[in-house]
Structures are given as C-alpha cells and as structure tokens.
C-alpha cells in the first residue's frame, strides 16, 4: 500500500491552528526556497552561465547567491500580506514590506538567507534560516524593538538545507516537522514528521583547527571528546552540521576565538531560529556562559553569539564539564 503524500501546503491548511494568522507566510517561504534551490542546483555552471559579480552570456550582471537569496525571500513575502518587514544578514539594516491591501501584516522575519555560502564552490550543501516574530504592536510603526525580541518570543523558525536532496524543517512551537522536496511534482512533501533529537550523541561538531585559538577549558572539553572516542564531523555550514546532530545526536559548537571574542555566529538570524527548532526536537542550547539562547537579550541586529547546541545530554554534559573550568573563575 502506498503512503498518503502530505504536501507542505496541505500540512499548513491541516494544521492551521498552529499558524495562528502566518500560514501564507510560511507558504512564502516554501516558495522561496524552491526558487533558491533551483539556482543553487545550476551554482555549478557559473562558468558557462557567468561568473557571479560579472557578465553573464548576454551580458547582464551575475547576482552573488547569497543577495539573489536575500532578495527573492524579501519578493516572495510581499505575495502574502502577512510580513511587515524582514531583518537579513545580508543587509545592515531591516526593510519594510509594502502592505498588501485587506491583510493584516502581524509579523517580522529574521533571516540568514544562504547560511555557510562559502561552500557553494565546492558543493557543500548549504541552507536558509529564518525566524518569525509577532510585531509588538501592528497598530504602531516597526521599529528595532520588533526585531530584538529574545527567541523565547519566536512564534516560528526553521531552516531549509539544498543538499543531496532539499529539506524544509521547521517548527510553530509545537514540534518540528520536516519537508522533502519532490523534484517530480515541485513540492515539499512531509518526509519526517514530529523529529526527536537522540538524548545524546557520539559526535562532536566544532572548527578544530581554532584549537589553539579557543580558551584552556574548551581545549580541554574538546580533548575529553577525543578521549571519549566522539568522532569529529564540521561541515563549515551551520545548516548542515545541526541537520546531522537532529538525526545522530551529539553536540555543535562554536565558542569565542581570539578571533572572535564574542563568536562569530549570529543570534538573531542563526542562533536563535536553530535554537527554536532543537529546543522542538528535545534538544538544548546555550551560549558559552551556560546561559540559555533563547533567553539572551539582543541589543543589536547583527549581534554574535557563543554557541553549544545539541543533544540535550551532551550539552549539559559539556556545561558541567566548562563548570569545573570557568564558571568559578567569574
Ligand atoms: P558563511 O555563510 O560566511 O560561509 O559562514 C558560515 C557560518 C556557519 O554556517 C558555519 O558553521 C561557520 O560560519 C563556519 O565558520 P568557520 O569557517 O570559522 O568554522
């Protein structure tokens, strides 16, 4: 007997009371990202169809993906109404979405448009993150305060990686459910429905070459994963990396460098929304200082953050470990 299909689009009018009034949203974003693929998929033939930042063959200029990216989520949020303005890491500040005439525009977005984009040349898969949030007053204009909510008060987010096959993952706060694209019909169809990240994991997921860069206790966190045999596996793209510890378990990481003192990895755009979907699946995160990500003010749009987020096992393992280390320190 075959399986029922169950199209994202079907999924969102099914379970519209999870969606409150951002399902068209939510579609947006579906449509989006199948636009993204497409070009991602083609990535490859740069060299024929142009180099980006150049000519192509009939002259026009090449968009960069991350800025075609950026770009095409910012159109397809103004087909439904429902998006006041966007926040992008490609971009210094938010943009407004022209209102759509009749619809209620009670949400912004927050997003990473091509998250890890610097492995396109060598096809890595890379993804799209976003986040949605309830403007704190649709009646006022937007401002920055819409934006810098804490991830408590995400009312969606989730990720879509253009991998070996293109994934939708997301979560409303009511589990995370994710999406496959179908090449053949163009959709996405449910392909892993309530996802549970394993309680721990064997694997640890950090930029190892920073060893020396990283302060004593995580150099010594990191020796105790070698020493408990944890097998290494870093992508380089944020996406992909938390996609595999959603199946296999284990711990992400990226903490302050030398570098990069406060983190590299941005807060609203990849944090917090990856924070929502593995907090969903019954995982944990939390900054270097064990503080929960979610919880952690922002001040600013293009904050950064220190990040640990995984099993929900591992990841306390780790904090208890740090414990010994630098908590009694401050
Ligand atoms: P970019 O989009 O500039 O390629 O950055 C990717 C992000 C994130 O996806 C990834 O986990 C991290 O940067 C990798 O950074 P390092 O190269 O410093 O490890």
Do not use: W
Not at 27 to 37: H, L, S
């Amino acid at each position: 007997m075959s399986k029922e299909i169950v199209t994202l689009d079907e999924f969102i009018i099914r379970r519209q009371s999870d969606f409150d009034e951002l399902t068209g949203l939510l579609r947006d974003i579906g449509v989006a990202a199948k636009i993204i693929n497409r070009e991602v998929n083609k990535a490859g033939l740069v060299n024929i169809l142009g180099i980006e930042g150049g000519a192509n063959t009939s002259g026009d200029t090449v968009q960069k993906l991350d800025m075609y990216a950026n770009d095409k989520i910012i159109e397809c949020l103004k087909k439904s109404g429902e998006c006041a303005a966007v926040a992008s890491e490609e971009l210094d500040s938010f943009v407004e979405i022209p209102p759509v005439l009749g619809k209620k525009a009670g949400y912004v977005v927050v997003m990473d448009p091509l998250d890890g984009s610097s492995n396109i040349d060598v096809n890595v898969s890379v993804g799209t993150i976003f986040g949605i949030y309830r403007r704190l007053d649709p009646q006022k204009p937007i401002t920055m305060a819409d934006f810098l909510q804490k991830g408590t008060a995400l009312v969606a987010a989730g990720y879509v990686i253009y991998g070996t096959s293109t994934i939708l993952v997301y979560t409303t706060g009511n589990g995370v459910n994710g999406f496959t694209l179908d090449p053949g019909i163009g959709e996405f169809c449910l392909s892993h429905k309530n996802m549970r990240i394993p309680k721990s994991g064997q694997y640890y997921s950090v930029n190892q070459g920073y060893y020396l860069k990283f302060d004593v206790e995580m150099r010594r966190y990191i020796d105790h994963c070698s020493d408990m045999n944890y097998g290494l596996r870093y992508i380089g793209s944020m996406v992909s990396d938390i996609h595999r510890i959603l199946f296999q378990g284990g711990i992400f990481l990226y903490p302050n460098t030398r570098k990069y003192p406060k983190g590299k990895l941005r807060l609203l755009y990849e944090c917090n929304p990856l924070a929502f979907v593995v907090e969903q699946a019954g995982g944990k995160a939390v900054t270097m200082r064990s503080n929960r990500i979610m919880a952690v003010q922002p001040e600013e749009l293009h904050q950064k953050a220190t990040i640990a987020i995984g099993s929900p096992e591992t990841v306390a393992e780790m904090e208890a470990f740090l414990d010994k280390y630098v908590f009694k320190s401050y």
